[in-house]
RNA sequence: GGGCGGUUAGCUCAGCUGGUCAGAGCGCCUGCCUUACAAGCAGGAGGUCACUGGUUCGAACCCAGUACCGCCCACCA
């Protein structure tokens, strides 16, 4: 390892590999299951698809729960960051099939077992990219103890859970209108249902008989019709209601209802009702007892109930359809009507409502828990604001369609022969059975996340030290789908919230504001961000970005990451090319001591107020700006011109010291590295990473010590800016005027001599200088503006103070600042 | 159709329960190779805090409305 002197510049591409495997050496990552969960530290880290690759959602997320998790390990905590990856039943079957269709072949060629074998196969080549990207950010995740959702522990877990919640009644098998997405060929979630805004599509006013004329956009389901309703305080229609009309085209008689449902408004005020086919009207059909018919199969072809337009696609049939009802003038009108319309997440595909024999999860009784535990407080949800929502959601909790017809995934526990159905871990005994082809949607496995990672149902170690976790951080789109149901199936299982605190982060958006997506091409590659700035400045970066409500990507953010990497970097090489000695309690001598270690001690609370209040841009602003505008523009150069003894020693390594503790959880790379070239560190301080915070010491803050230094700070600064503004660079003289402890250091860097000042006289941050060269009647326009600008100062006091109402009203302290400011203002242009 | 959030310097964003709150980083301008860092240092310019009313002694901050932008939820054919 090269010396720190040797380089100027702190070089991530080098440095970061070399103290990775470090880190994945030492075994700092995977904590004994020993102690409870509340002297120990745990977060399960939403685990990325097996398919997936880093993008700027994982690498934000990944930033905050590595410095939670590095912050409670630098307090000495256990702290285990629970790893593993989804098998993400859709996204993986997709993508599997994707590459069987490059070499000519298909799943339904190779037959499921193949095929599942197959995706296996896959995982082993290629799934778990992103773990390994996760190391290049510098996750410490518990890499040593990686679970996968098909794991054959996790699998047991699942079908467990599954198994239970059906012998509660909690689980059942119905049919019932589903999300068909013609995509996948799976029925799915109303969670994976997009609402898409803005479809054109036609509305077709049909004629069904002299009184009745109903508008769809889908004219081909009219062959599922079974009733048309109408409202039952329509008066235009209440004396149609109990009498028949007749379908057309297929001649079937259909009642006519009525159902507070229907909007007398919209178009003639009659609806046709399709409960086979809308999920509107299949609530309607069963309030009213309807039949269901299903004329579109799950094949997205016209099933038999559509008499002579079977086997036709919907396509085909709609365009027969509407030609013969045209042919037969029943097509009153057309319109173009624009309305919301469901599109499947997973595959883009317009959803196909269809009946559909399918498993349910009854929601409900779960729900309650889940709000208490919210509106208790046992979770909180950072913001807060997000817990409305989640509350809102839960309220009005609908049954969830838990089964997929996909061959990936966790095959249902279900045997079915005859009329005969078993539900159990273990196949039933006796011949014929034949099991449920289904799997389980994949948020069913994924809510069992944080107990079946630690090995529940076993009452493991890991679990009696690590559940329940502390922290879930997650993006807000995932709330409901994953973490609400992780709250549910904790609770019902565990008897214990999965989780103390919530963290509902923000997303990143494209510079321009649109979403990063691929498809959009408006992506980043936080390995690409990495590789060109380094880890610390990504991490650093993205923290900086995060905030409660969405945010654009700004690069600006990540480079002053760099910048501040390569500033800790270089105050490391002056400090110790400056310091020798060990490590010690600081013995400070001066002022600027005293203010160092006060303003540090004011940064480590600060920071540890952020970290409790999930305020990550904070965190990481406030550490650079204790970096740069006090340790590096102030102390680092008030200490340049002074002798070095043990007490500077002492303060220089104890700043630096507790300055990288401080820093690390934001920049692990930078500060681990500089660690390993401090001197005199203890027995098991061989790691940054591995050491410790030292304890806060409030005796430390000084407020006497700020007030000098920050004088001084105020008069260098006028000193330097009138200079500027006047071309002045000669070392002047100047009177000095009770500055104290800190006179020497305002000389040197205001580039002042003590004395009696003779020629021009200006008066500059309270000193009078001598200013010889200058122009007198440049200092005198100078000084005129100056008076004016205290004079307007002073007129607007003045103004203020004169106001009965102010005086009167405003609180005591704020008028007596304003008398202080007043007389301030005063005293300065008196002395112009 | 509901609900939530946003609109502050050229850009990306801070500004807590109203009273030095008009800020930061980047960019821009000026001057510096000052022996940790030129990926640096010092200094500077730049904003009617979306708009319109209101409350108040006092409003970027509170209230109402308007205009854009974004997100979430929703069964109107």
Not at 310 to 330: H, K, N, P, S, Y
Request: hydrophobic share 40%.
């Amino acid at each position: 390892m090269a010396g720190l002197q040797e380089r100027t510049r702190f070089e991530p591409g080098e440095v970061e590999p070399r103290i990775a495997r470090r880190w994945l050496e030492s075994g700092l990552h995977h904590p004994d299951p020993d102690g409870t969960p509340e002297e120990n530290y745990s977060i399960a880290i939403p685990p990325p698809n097996v398919t997936g690759t880093l993008h700027m959602g994982h690498a934000l997320n990944g930033s905050i729960q590595d410095c939670l998790i590095r912050w409670a390990r630098g307090e000495g905590r256990r702290a285990k960051w629970i790893l593993g990856t989804d098998h993400a039943g859709i996204a993986t079957q997709t993508q599997v099939e994707k590459l069987l269709r490059s070499e000519g072949t298909s799943r339904e060629e190779l037959g499921r077992e193949a095929f599942v074998q197959r995706v296996w196969r896959w995982r082993e080549e290629y799934g778990g990219q992103i773990v390994e990207q996760l190391k290049r950010l510098g996750a410490s995740c518990d890499y040593d103890d990686e679970r996968f959702t098909m794991d054959e522990a996790y699998a047991a877990a699942v079908q467990r859970v599954f198994c239970d919640l059906h012998d509660q009644g909690l689980i059942y098998r119905d049919n019932y209108l589903v999300n068909w997405d013609p995509g996948s060929g799976s029925a799915i979630s109303d969670l994976e249902v997009e609402q898409r805004e803005g479809v054109r599509d036609t509305l077709f006013h049909i004629r069904y008989s002299d009184e009745v004329v109903v508008a769809t956009v889908r004219p081909e389901t009219m062959l599922a019709d079974t009733a048309v309703a109408v409202h039952p305080d329509d008066e235009r229609h209440r004396h149609l209601v109990g009498t028949t009309v007749t379908l057309p085209l297929v001649g079937r008689e259909l009642p006519v209802i009525a159902d507070e449902h229907v909007d007398p408004a919209f178009g003639t005020g009659c609806l046709k009702i399709t409960p086979g086919h809308d999920p509107n009207d299949f609530e309607i059909g069963r309030r009213h007892g309807l039949a269901e018919i299903g004329v579109i199969g799950e094949d997205g072809l016209m099933t038999p109930a559509a008499g002579r337009f079977a086997g036709m696609t919907v396509e085909r049939a709609r365009e027969a359809i509407v030609a013969e009802l045209d042919a037969q003038g029943l097509i009153v009108a057309r319109e173009e009507h624009i309305h919301t319309v469901p599109f499947s997440h997973r595959s883009g595909r317009r959803i196909e409502p269809l009946i559909s024999l399918q498993w349910f999860m009854r929601m409900d009784e779960l729900a309650g828990p889940a709000i208490e535990a919210v509106t208790s407080g046992r979770i909180a949800i950072h913001p807060e604001s997000q817990s409305r929502r989640y509350v809102e959601w839960l309220e009005s909790i609908r049954p969830w369609c838990v089964s997929r017809q996909l061959w990936w995934g966790h095959q249902l526990p279900v045997w079915y022969r005859d009329d005969e159905t078993y539900v159990g871990t273990t196949p039933p005994a006796g011949d014929g059975w034949e099991r449920d082809p289904d799997v389980l949607d994949t948020w069913f496995s994924s809510g069992l996340w944080p107990f079946a990672t630690l090995g529940w149902p076993d009452a493991t170690p890991e679990l009696r030290a690590f559940y329940p976790t502390d922290v879930l951080s997650t993006a807000r789109d995932i709330l409901f789908l994953w973490v609400a149901r992780m709250v549910m199936l904790g609770l019902r299982f565990t008897e214990q919230v999965p989780f103390e605190h919530v963290y509902v982060h923000s997303v990143i958006q494209a510079p321009d504001g649109r979403r990063m997506s691929k498809s959009l091409g408006t992506g980043i590659d936080p390995l690409d961000v990495i590789d060109e700035h380094g880890a610390d400045a990504v991490r650093f970066g993205l923290l900086a970005m995060s905030s409660t409500q969405d945010v654009r990507y700004s690069p600006e953010k990540v480079r002053q990451g760099q910048a501040l990497a390569n500033k800790l970097f270089n105050a490391a090489r002056l400090i110790l090319a400056t310091a020798d000695g060990e490590l010690a309690a600081p013995r400070p001598t001066t002022v600027e001591d005293r203010w160092i270690l006060s303003r540090l001690e004011r940064a480590r609370a600060d920071a540890a107020a952020r970290i409790a209040e999930f305020d990550f841009a904070k965190l990481a602003l406030g550490l650079y700006d204790f970096v740069y505008g006090e340790l590096c523009d102030w102390y680092l150069e008030l200490i340049k011109g002074r002798e070095r003894d043990a007490e500077l020693s002492a303060t220089l390594l104890f700043v630096l010291r507790e300055t990288l503790l401080l820093a690390h959880p934001v920049m692990p790379f930078v500060t681990e590295e500089i660690w390993q070239h401090v001197g005199g560190r203890g027995p098991d301080e061989g790691l940054l990473a591995r050491a410790r915070r030292g304890p806060a010491i409030p005796e430390l803050v000084d407020e006497r010590a700020e007030a000098e230094v920050g004088r001084l700070i105020e008069t260098v600064r006028a000193v330097r800016a009138w200079r500027e503004d006047n071309g002045v660079r000669d070392v002047l003289v100047a009177r000095e005027d009770g500055l104290g402890e800190v006179r020497d250091a305002v000389a040197r860097l205001a580039r002042l001599e003590w004395g009696e000042p003779d020629g021009e006289l200006v008066v500059v941050g309270g000193l009078e200088i001598g200013a010889p060269e200058v122009d007198a009647a440049e200092v005198a326009r100078a000084r005129e503006a100056e008076r004016g600008r205290l004079r307007s100062e002073v007129a607007r006091a003045e103004g203020k103070l004169a106001n009965e109402g102010f005086v009167a009203k405003a609180p005591a302290a704020v008028v007596e600042a304003e008398r202080e400011k007043l007389e301030r203002l005063r005293a300065e242009l008196e002395a112009l």
